[in-house]
């Protein structure tokens, strides 16, 4: 490719390599992990087939994926988080730090050898700044942010409306102490879908429960709620146990 490589703009043409990244593997090659295994990734990659790039790790997720070892085999960057894998444990050991310097080599070697040198001359200068994208990344979380606190005001206030509507309504003595009592003290009646049987008295399971449901009940403005027999129906006066049982 043809490049400027003076203040004098002389063009001059150099050759560039074709791939200056490879990925390690994950899994193992006989009894050792690639990405720690010199003769892979020195040896064969680099001595052998001359490669001039950065190698970095697959996904550094378990503990035989040891960054020590990959340094020294000839990895440059670990794919991972400081905070699942820790850092590197003899950072302050000679051929530790000797592996460390020539993987930054490699990775400089790499940037400046790809498309982010483009455009770039001698003398350049680079600034760094918000991508076009970010801008829609913010802008698009603002409106979801916005949205959602939009959702959750109509939700109290409709809430609220609610509240206010059922405070409102005609409520009975009834309703008033169910309200005021835990759904695990009420009575439970037993189920019923027509008349008690013939000769319950006040005190029976039927009658009673059947006498404290049809009681008459005032909504408090002088309004009375119908007699309701547990199956909701309303009751006729003929049709109580006891008048039965006296007729």
Not at 108 to 124: D, E, R
Not at 185 to 205: C, E, I
Request: charged share 20%; net charge positive; aromatic share 8%.
């Amino acid at each position: 490719m043809k490049y400027i490589s003076d203040d004098q703009g002389t063009m001059s043409t150099k050759k560039m390599p074709g791939c200056t990244g490879v990925m390690s593997s994950f899994n193992y090659v006989g009894t050792e992990w690639a990405g720690g295994r010199k003769s892979l990734l020195t040896g064969l990659l680099r001595d052998e087939w001359g490669f001039r790039g950065a190698v970095i790790t697959d996904f550094n997720l378990y503990g035989y994926m040891e960054k020590d070892p990959s340094l020294l085999a000839g990895n440059d960057l670990q794919l991972t988080y400081s905070a699942m894998t820790g850092s590197i444990a003899n950072a302050d050991k000679a051929d530790i730090v000797a592996a460390m310097r020539t993987a930054m080599h490699n990775v400089c070697y790499t940037v400046v050898n790809s498309n982010a040198m483009n455009g770039l001359a001698p003398g350049s200068s680079v600034k760094y700044g918000i991508a076009p994208w970010q801008y829609g990344v913010y802008g698009g979380t603002a409106v979801l942010v916005a949205l959602g606190a939009l959702l959750g005001y109509k939700a109290v206030k409709t809430n609220k409306a609610l509240k206010e509507q059922a405070a409102t309504l005609p409520t009975s003595p009834m309703m008033k102490a169910a309200r005021r009592t835990k759904p695990s003290s009420l009575p439970l009646a037993p189920f019923s879908s027509g008349p008690a049987p013939f000769g319950a008295g006040p005190d029976s399971m039927h009658g009673t429960r059947r006498r404290k449901v049809s009681e008459n009940h005032s909504y408090g403005d002088g309004r009375v709620c119908p007699r309701l027999a547990p199956h909701g129906r309303p009751l006729m006066p003929d049709s109580f146990p006891e008048r039965r049982k006296g007729a």
